[in-house]
């Protein structure tokens, strides 16, 4: 957990009063009774001059915490809404929304990975074992090669083992496997699992042997 600040800049004229902010915070999923939630009005004072910053502290976010571990809450989406009852007068009120989103490591591991029997024409599974925490909510699995990423089907998620589909047209090759625990976000506070290597064999069948020729004398 932490304190949660905002800065606000003030584009009229010097200001000094109490300031209403609304806070909301939901995962960044479908909300369920299970997910860290929070809607909260606060009034701060403040002392703000034509062009001047002020810095406000709204309140402590316990997550990730005990109840919310960063396994299954890697990943919060923060807005502000300054003045949200329009109770001071204002030019302009298109500016007083914030919105971010927060992310933190999950903490997932991969510990090993078993590829299942091929069979021709459908595609094979892939078990990760490890760490990977109780739901798979904004989670996904890739497979890297040459710069490239595959995403994955997750066909079955458990807290310590994950079966997802390989492609039946999967190139073979070397790749990488990784559990993505928070969604790509410009390659900014994004976060995986360790890489794992895994090898992709491509499959060979028996040859089929011509049938004995028959001869008449």
Known sequence: GGRLKVALMNHGFAFTDDVELRLAVLESVVSGESDFALD???????????????????????????????????????GVRVNPRGRISERSLSNNSIERT??????????????????EGLPALLEL?????????????????????????????RSDALKVVLPRNLPAGQYEVVVECTEKACG??????????????????????????LRKD
């Open 129 to 157: 074992h490890g760490r990977f925490g109780s739901a798979q909510k904004t989670k996904g699995v890739v497979l890297r090669r040459d710069g490239r990423e595959i995403s994955l089907l997750v066909a079955d998620w």
């Open 102 to 119: 927060l992310r933190v490591p999950c903490g997932m591991i991969i510990e090993s990975a078993v590829r299942s029997h091929f069979h």
């Open 188 to 213: 900014q506070g994004y976060f995986t699992s360790n890489s794992l290597e895994i090898a992709i064999r491509g499959e060979t069948t028996e040859p089929k042997r011509d049938a004995p020729e």
């Open 40 to 78: 909260i009005i606060v009034v701060v004072p403040i002392t703000i001059g034509t062009g001047g910053v002020a810095v406000v502290d709204i309140v402590s976010l316990d997550w990730p915490s005990e109840k919310y571990p960063a396994l299954d809450h890697p990943q919060l989406r923060v």
